[in-house]
């Protein structure tokens, strides 16, 4: 799990990420989104709009964490949604998280 975080630190200082949820709703509706990571402790309404945008978009999904350690990771204030633009990084963390 910490291997993913780190991963979250080298998007964030990539300019790869996009956090919070009107960054998250614009990358989704731009198809620049090409993962998007839920906080565990995210209201449920968060839950079902992300969950729902993902399904409509064909965007890969998956809660990880609370949103004080997502956003610990990224070197900000707790985060309950972020999306990762960048293909290559999404790739790899979707292997650390299949593992």
Same mark, same amino acid.
């Given at each position: 799990?910490?291997?993913?975080?780190?991963?979250?630190?080298?998007?964030?200082?990539?300019?790869?990420?996009? &956090?919070? !949820?009107?960054?998250?709703?614009?990358?989704? =509706?731009?198809?620049? #989104?090409? /993962?998007?990571?839920?906080? %565990?402790?995210?209201?449920?309404?968060?839950?079902?709009?992300?969950?729902?945008?993902?399904?409509?978009?064909?965007?890969?999904?998956?809660?990880?964490? &609370?949103? !004080?350690?997502?956003?610990?990771?990224?070197? =900000?204030?707790?985060? #309950?949604? /972020?999306?990762?633009?960048? %293909?290559?990084?999404?790739?790899?963390?979707?292997?650390?998280?299949?593992?």
């Amino acid at each position: 799990m910490d291997k993913i975080y780190s991963l979250l630190g080298l998007c964030q200082k990539a300019g790869k990420v996009v &956090s919070g !949820e009107v960054g998250c709703e614009l990358a989704i =509706k731009n198809k620049t #989104a090409k /993962l998007l990571l839920l906080a %565990e402790d995210a209201s449920a309404n968060t839950q079902k709009k992300f969950q729902n945008s993902a399904a409509y978009y064909h965007i890969p999904i998956f809660i990880l964490g &609370s949103k !004080e350690r997502i956003g610990t990771a990224l070197g =900000k204030e707790s985060r #309950a949604i /972020l999306a990762i633009t960048e %293909e290559g990084f999404a790739k790899s963390i979707l292997q650390k998280i299949v593992q």
